[in-house]
């Protein structure tokens, strides 16, 4: 039987339900779209600042393309705005099968991390609330290299601090940047489809693809075993 990698879980999205960002959305934008966009957008600059050699907390990021978004349609963001979508972002519920499937791959034998562009405030305060924060060993953050993924010195980082080999780590997201980020410093990694993320027929391709986390768990106990 093979060792069993260590598994590292990004949070926003891959974990917790971004979803619970669309009233608020809805309501600033009337328009269904706009939520999807201001994510890529925060994604897409967190990634151009890292590239121009500029650290800014995702948060940070996250506010400024709101109000960015918001400006292309002649829009004004509140404060009682800015607010609701803080308290959203800090308390998004995890999706339906995440609990138990963490629990089930920790019953199996994995060790499990996360790794998130968040900070470490902020990501504890989600998973805290999310009722998962328990499941994991430890919690890394990109402002320890101050670099956001796809940054190779952010899994670099996190292999250095668990002392492990990075073919043994396997990154768990449901967003293709991430996992060829992974792929590109020796990591395994696993795609979920959550609604919105399709795989990427160029580049690294991810080990394992499911539908959502229990399909993923599925595929890892089998191939190692309880």
């Given at each position: 039987m093979p060792e069993r990698p260590i598994l590292v879980f990004d949070v926003n999205e891959t974990l917790l339900d971004l979803e619970a960002l669309r009233p608020a959305f809805d309501r600033i934008f009337d328009d269904p779209g706009a939520m999807?966009?201001?994510?890529?957008?925060?994604?897409?600059?967190?990634e151009a600042l890292t590239l121009s050699g500029a650290y800014v907390p995702f948060a940070d990021i996250g506010g400024a393309v709101l109000r960015m978004l918001a400006a292309t349609r002649d829009i004004t963001i509140s404060d009682a705005d800015g607010a609701e979508l803080t308290e959203r972002f800090g308390s998004m519920p995890p999706h339906p099968e995440v609990p138990a499937a963490l629990r089930r791959l920790r019953d199996h034998g994995f060790?499990?991390?996360?790794?998130?562009?968040?900070t470490l405030e902020v990501s504890?305060?989600?998973l805290e609330r999310a009722g998962v924060i328990d499941l994991f060993e430890r919690?890394?953050?990109?402002?320890?290299v101050?670099?956001?993924?796809?940054?190779?010195?952010?899994?670099?980082?996190?292999?250095?601090?668990?002392?492990?080999d990075p073919g043994g780590i396997c990154m768990i997201a449901c967003h293709v940047w991430d996992t060829i980020g992974a792929a590109a410093a020796g990591w395994q990694s696993a795609l979920i489809l959550r609604e919105g993320n399709a795989p990427l027929d160029v580049g690294p391709q991810p080990d394992y693809i499911g539908q959502d986390l229990d399909a993923v768990a599925d595929r890892l106990?089998?191939?190692?075993?309880?």
């Open positions: 999807r966009l201001w994510f890529a957008n925060l994604v897409t600059y967190s060790r499990l991390f996360t790794l998130t562009n968040n504890e305060r989600q919690r890394f953050s990109v402002e320890t101050r670099r956001h993924k796809p940054a190779p010195e952010v899994y670099q980082g996190v292999a250095a601090a668990l002392e492990a106990v089998e191939r190692y075993g309880g």
